[in-house]
């Protein structure tokens, strides 16, 4: 079973909730590795959603000038 693709507002949601908790200190030290290993994923995730997106706005950019 395939998984879900996660949209960009949802990776950057997370991402959010997971810095809250680090900033209030909720997370329990046992988990903090994985919560940065899964916030590091989510903003490389982010990153090339943008990087594609802009690639894509500049094409149709380039296609209206001809």
Do not use: H, P, W
Not at 3 to 25: D, N, R
Not at 43 to 52: E, F, V
């Amino acid at each position: 079973m395939a998984a879900k693709k996660i949209t960009y507002k949802e990776a950057i949601s997370e991402v959010e909730e997971i810095l809250g908790q680090i900033e209030t200190e909720e997370l329990d030290v046992d988990v903090l590795a994985e919560k940065v290993k899964r916030v590091s994923a989510l903003i490389k995730l982010c990153k090339d959603k943008l990087q594609k997106t802009n690639e894509q706005v500049e094409q149709i950019l380039k296609e209206m000038d001809e």
